[in-house]
């Protein structure tokens, strides 16, 4: 698989789930997905969110949802180091969420794994 530039959002997200629930009350929120277990909420985070709950995101260069190899080239690194990693795709490009406290190391991983990666926004923002 070849190499995928990523980036570093310089927003940070929490997850939320609702068991049962078939769509959120209000509209704050930027990603669903809905499973039998019920629905997850990706949201941005507030700058309230407490330290452990908030996960950065880098997000790919497009590259087609049919690309075989593309997601598995960046979670497969983040794995091998134990680094937690969730995932919202789009047809054309895919979120990788890590622990906002992981994010350094999930960038040296990656870059190590052959992936550029624009960290500029590490520092994140605190909405």
């Known amino acids: ?11 940070r997200f ?9 769509f959120p009350e209000d509209d704050e929120w930027v990603a669903l997905v809905r499973a039998p277990e019920g629905l997850t909420i990706l949201r941005h985070a507030s700058p309230f969110a407490p330290d452990g709950e908030r996960w950065a995101g880098l997000y790919g260069d497009p590259h087609r949802a049919r690309v075989a190899g593309v997601l598995a080239s960046v979670v ?8 937690e990693a969730l995932v919202s795709s789009t047809f054309h490009a895919d979120l990788v969420l890590v622990p906002e406290d992981r994010l350094e190391l ?7 794994a052959g992936h550029p990666v624009d960290a500029k926004a590490i520092g994140g923002a605190r909405r």
């Open 1 to 11: 698989m070849s190499e995928l530039s990523l980036k570093v959002l310089p927003d």
């Open 14 to 22: 929490v997850l939320e789930h609702q068991a049962g629930s078939v």
């Open 76 to 83: 497969g690194p983040l794995a091998e180091a134990g680094i």
């Open 106 to 112: 999930a960038v040296d991983v990656l870059r190590e």
